[in-house]
């Protein structure tokens, strides 16, 4: 199994703040990797796909980069409704997903 | 408006079996891969199982292989999972999911339904 190690775990920042979370991948995926986020109680919600393509009718403060084994996910300004936990996930072989990263607001 | 709805889930011995539904609507069923997801009480999410949009490929999680089955009824717009041999640690909620077209037939997961929670204790 490809294993997906996210940082950090937790991270708490302000509104307006920029916000980056990395995975790293234990093997190559090219760029099979994808971000979600969760919100509490909710299903996940797909937000990057591919490492850079952002879905549609997510925000354009939410971005993503990366290919082969390091990843970042980035919200360029912080807005209370990102509150949430949001995974990684390659899909490279069968998929796993990253251990995730909850973020609050300061 | 595309819709998932999960149902089957409750309270199963552990050795026992159960099987999970996910009824689609608002999208031509056939035509996506599909897949389950769980989470575990105030845990990350685990990738359990995928399939083609023909039912012809079927994929597995390690955790799972042997023990649960993926199908689906393309003539009733419905998604399984069937689950023998359950364990403690498959207590979870389990998340039915659709995959987007275009690339591997696992993932990324673009529509997810609310869940059903099985739990197993005897």
């Known amino acids: 199994d490809i294993q997906m190690t996210q940082s950090p775990s937790s991270l708490s920042a302000s509104v307006g703040d920029r916000v980056t979370i990395t995975c790293q991948a234990s093997h190559d995926i090219s760029n099979y990797l994808n971000w979600y986020q969760q919100k509490p109680g909710k299903a996940p919600n797909l937000l990057i796909y591919?490492?850079?393509n952002l879905e549609t009718g997510v925000p354009s403060r939410f971005s993503g980069s990366g290919s082969g084994t390091d990843f970042t996910f980035t919200i360029s300004s912080l807005q209370p409704e990102d509150v949430a936990t949001y995974y990684c996930?390659?899909?490279?072989?069968?998929?796993?997903f990253g251990g995730g990263t909850k973020v609050e607001i300061k | 408006e595309e819709q998932l709805l999960e149902s089957g889930g409750g309270l199963v011995q552990p050795g026992g079996s159960l099987r999970l539904s996910c009824a689609a609507s608002g999208f031509t069923f056939s035509s996506y891969a599909m897949s389950w997801v769980r989470q575990a009480p105030g845990r990350g999410l685990e990738w359990v199982s995928g399939i083609s949009g023909s039912g012809d490929n079927t994929y597995y999680a390690g955790s799972v292989k042997g023990r649960f089955t993926i199908s689906r009824d393309n003539s009733k717009n419905t998604l399984y999972l069937q689950m023998n041999s359950v364990r403690d640690e498959d207590t979870a909620i389990y998340y039915c999911?659709?995959?987007?077209?275009?690339?591997?037939?696992?993932?990324?997961?673009?529509?997810w339904g609310q869940g059903t929670l099985v739990s197993v204790s005897s």
């Open positions: 999911g659709k995959v987007r077209p275009g690339g591997l037939e696992v993932a990324p997961t673009t529509t």
């Open positions: 996930q390659q899909y490279d072989t069968l998929p796993t």
């Open positions: 591919d490492a850079s």
